[in-house]
């Protein structure tokens, strides 16, 4: 068994990583190609100089025209209006200790990581108009300690052109016990913390992180008025293999340790090779298969492997065992599946019949195995613990509901336990 290249990840003459976030439901990058801040993932190095911002004065003002006084002094400001004749703004002064970097729709310049949202698994599309977007212009900010253990701390909301936060009457706010604000925003930034990720990752309880950083339990619907309950003990820094879900998109954060444990695109690609070593065959037309390079794993090519997800069973394209429109329509409806429903000619299972994609983000995979088993629907291969962990993590879909979806596009999982195990038949000769 192959091991990883760490050599690949080794940068001492650069800057301290911190880490970097990767957003799930892309093969390796955007289906239009990764382009200045939007892009999909982003790595999080130590600036040159600290942009960190810390609080320091609260103001109750109760004039609309002082708190636009406040705000206008160019210093960063967190505002939180209680009434029409009442405002406490928090003043952020600068904090020499740590780097801010703030991520959302916006691609005004304060935003360092744009982020649009995912189209549940149709890999081709980019048209993100059709409906509107449920993640915030600028929706949250990771800020880095500059020294050692480079802790990585989440925060809901981000600051604006004018340097600001603004939550508005409507929006949900308090005052805490020791007097300070801390407030949602609309529909919340949430998030997962695993335990063990990725050795013997077992998944946490989703929270809802505060604009001050402090974690709750989740409102009863995402954008609902009242909060949850504090969850005692528990803290906004991020670690290995956590989530945070933007309602719209969700990011994987991976420390700059664990990526260096992580396998790289050349292991990827060496297990490619080594799979197709084996000249798998199609038992039907007793072709050889091979899957195709990385960079051209997104479009369909004549030895791609297919497979019936049902069964498991690898076979080239054919039109074999195609079922008679009238049995597949009623199979379908009793199933709820859509389309490529096929009977497998070795054993005869029904089931999807789709092409099989090699997963390409190496920051999603568990471990370095062999790719031997196939996310279902989708067709995405990795390794079975990695099939295992994502199949057994909810994710934040909708406004209240979770389920799993395949990492490298987004498409929800079905069935138990949403995934299959690849057989592969040999050469004959």
């Not at 549940?120 to 600028?138: H, L, Y």
């Not at 001050?212 to 409102?219: F, I, K, M, N, S």
């Not at 490298?408 to 038949?425: D, E, N, Y």
């Amino acid at each position: 068994m192959l091991s990883p290249n760490q050599d690949e990840h080794a940068r001492s003459k650069d800057p301290v990583k911190y880490g970097e976030l990767v957003i799930l439901g892309y093969n390796g990058s955007l289906p239009g190609g990764d382009k200045g801040r939007k892009r999909s993932r982003f790595a999080l190095y130590r600036r040159a100089k600290a942009n960190g911002v810390k609080p320091s004065t609260v103001h109750i003002l109760s004039n609309p025209q002082d708190s636009k006084a406040v705000n206008s002094r160019g210093q960063h400001s967190i505002s939180f209006t209680l009434s029409r004749n009442q405002t406490v703004v928090v003043e952020y002064c600068h904090d020499n200790d740590t780097d801010m970097f703030q991520i959302g729709r916006s691609t005004e310049s304060p935003i360092d990581f744009v982020v649009t949202d995912t189209p549940g698994g149709s890999k081709e599309s980019e048209d993100s108009s059709v409906a509107p977007s449920t993640i915030s212009r600028f929706a949250c900010r990771v800020v880095c300690e500059r020294n050692p253990p480079y802790t990585a701390r989440i925060y809901a909301a981000g600051f604006d052109s004018s340097k600001n936060i603004f939550l508005g009457e409507k929006a949900t706010k308090w005052k805490n016990a020791d007097g300070q604000m801390d407030g949602l925003t609309t529909n919340g930034v949430l998030v997962m913390h695993p335990q063990g990720f990725p050795e013997e990752s077992k998944q946490g309880m989703w929270r809802e992180i505060s604009v001050c950083g402090d974690v709750y339990t989740l409102r009863e619907t995402r954008s609902g008025p009242i909060r949850g309950q504090l969850a005692q003990g528990e803290s906004s820094a991020l670690q290995d293999g956590s989530l945070v879900d933007l309602c719209g998109a969700t990011l994987l954060w991976r420390t700059a340790e664990g990526l260096l444990k992580a396998p790289t695109l050349r292991h990827l690609d060496a297990l490619r090779l080594e799979l197709n070593a084996a000249r798998p065959q199609c038992p039907v037309g007793l072709s050889t298969l091979a899957f195709p390079s990385l960079p051209r794993s997104h479009s369909l090519e004549e030895r791609q492997p297919w497979a019936y997800l049902a069964c498991g069973h690898v076979h080239g394209r054919h039109d074999w065992g195609q079922r008679p429109e009238r049995t597949r329509d009623r199979e379908e409806g009793a199933s709820g599946g859509t389309g490529g429903r096929r009977e497998c000619p070795l054993c005869r299972t029904v089931g999807p019949y789709v092409p099989l994609w090699l997963g390409c983000e190496p920051a999603f995979y568990m471990d370095a195995g062999a790719p031997t088993h196939a996310f279902v629907p989708c067709g995405h291969v990795c390794s079975e613990r990695t099939a295992r962990y994502w199949a057994e993590t909810p994710l934040p879909h909708g406004t209240h509901a979770f389920r799993p979806a395949c990492p490298f596009c987004s498409a929800p999982l079905s069935g138990s336990p949403g995934f299959t195990r690849l057989i592969f038949q040999g050469p004959i000769d």
